[in-house]
């Protein structure tokens, strides 16, 4: 494996093992999916045997499995479900919300282009000059 290079090493692998092959990053081995039907065939097809994520030990004693990224399996799914469902109802995913939340922002850009005329005029007052 050149460490500088992972994608060219995938490659070179995927020449030899096919499009679905392991390798050991560390540790921990690790699934390499390579072309669109084998990504398919495992995300699609078959979800349920690829839909656990592995488990950071760093965080673990921290966040004790729970949070929608450290979470796996059915406590996963619970949180993703409930996330979801709390963000459709606050509007994700609607234009309005969209739509709102860039007007506030344009109000907020001319408020801020209004005070920092004002602060410059006042250190123009402060230093003595006369205002034109």
């Given at each position: 494996m050149d460490r500088r290079g992972f994608l060219n090493s995938f490659m070179?692998?995927?020449?030899?093992?096919?499009?679905v092959f392991t390798v050991h990053l560390g540790p921990r081995p690790v699934v390499?999916?390579?072309?669109?039907e084998a990504i398919r065939e495992a995300l699609v097809?078959?979800?349920?045997?690829?839909?656990?994520?592995g488990t950071v030990?760093?965080?673990?004693?921290?966040?004790?499995?729970?949070?929608?990224?450290?979470?796996?399996?059915?406590?996963?799914?619970?949180?993703?479900r409930f996330s979801l469902a709390t963000m459709r109802d606050f509007g994700m995913g609607k234009?309005?919300?969209?739509?709102?939340?860039?007007e506030e922002a344009q109000c907020l850009v001319e408020e801020l282009r209004k005070s920092q005329g004002?602060?410059?005029?006042k250190g123009v007052k402060e230093s003595g000059e006369a205002e034109t």
């Open positions: 070179r692998l995927r020449e030899k093992y096919g499009d390499i999916l390579c072309g669109t097809d078959q979800a349920e045997a690829f839909c656990g994520r030990e760093v965080v673990k004693p921290t966040f004790k499995g729970y949070g929608v990224i450290f979470a796996n399996g059915e406590r996963w799914k619970a949180l993703r234009r309005s919300v969209e739509e709102r939340i860039q004002e602060s410059q005029r």
